[in-house]
């Protein structure tokens, strides 16, 4: 699986968008960037994923860029629940099962 | 729909002493993993299974054993207790499209003193 590269904290004004981003330059075409975050002692928390196209749910936008060396999560309105530990992890498509999270981006949204 | 239920919550055992960590889920995902996660720490994937019968080492092995005799349980045996195992145990499933991501359980916290 390729490696991820995340910047270990960031910060957010509550309200405005939370743009986090990923580096995953070695990634390969069947690969997948799945989000997931673990807020406070919880259980990781699926957010997103994506191959290729950029992908929208409930919870937040995931644009990966065309060459697909680098993927950015957008949380668009965030709020102080939204603090957390966000990873961004890639996985085969040929679905090994094997998931391996890195050290991941620790955001703090602030008042 | 329970999703992934762990259990016990809580548990403290002596240095030596075995237990066996339980991992249910209701939802017929394939995929089961255990993960432990250190105090500020991240997580680390331990044993995972693609489907019942078969089970594979993640990155922290050694100590721990598993098997998965159904779809539905996915236990995870500690032989000899140590403090070094002191930590977060995560279970966690999903199926095997990669339509959607790992649902997780809500922990172990385990103690060995």
């Known amino acids: 699986d390729a490696k991820t590269t995340q910047p270990p904290s960031m910060d957010c004004a509550e309200g405005r968008a939370a743009n986090l981003p990923c580096n995953h330059s070695t990634i390969s075409g069947n690969e997948y960037v799945y989000w997931y975050r673990q807020i406070h002692s919880q259980g990781p928390q699926y957010i997103i994923h994506?191959?290729?196209n950029n992908e929208t749910n409930e919870m937040a936008s995931l644009i990966i860029t065309e060459d697909r060396k680098s993927s950015t999560l957008i949380l668009p309105h965030a709020t102080l629940r939204d603090t957390a530990v966000y990873y961004c992890i890639a996985e085969y498509s040929s679905n090994t099962g094997k998931l391996i999270f890195g050290q991941g981006t620790t955001l703090q949204v602030k008042p | 729909n329970a999703g992934v239920t762990q259990t016990p919550k809580f548990q403290v055992l002596k240095t030596g002493q075995s237990m066996t960590l339980q991992c249910a889920q209701d939802?017929?995902?394939?995929?089961m993993s255990w993960y432990r996660q250190d105090p500020g720490m991240g997580l680390r994937l331990i044993h995972y299974s693609v489907g019942a019968g078969i089970t594979d080492q993640g990155e922290v092995p050694n100590g721990y054993n598993v098997s998965r005799s159904t779809t539905e349980d996915f236990p995870l045996r500690l032989l000899s207790a140590a403090p070094s195992q002191t930590s977060v145990y995560f279970c966690?499933?999903?199926?095997?499209?990669?339509?959607?991501?790992?649902?997780f359980g809500s922990g172990t916290r385990l103690t060995v003193v």
């Open positions: 966690a499933s999903r199926f095997n499209t990669g339509t959607h991501g790992y649902t």
């Open positions: 939802m017929n995902h394939e995929y």
């Open positions: 994506g191959l290729k």
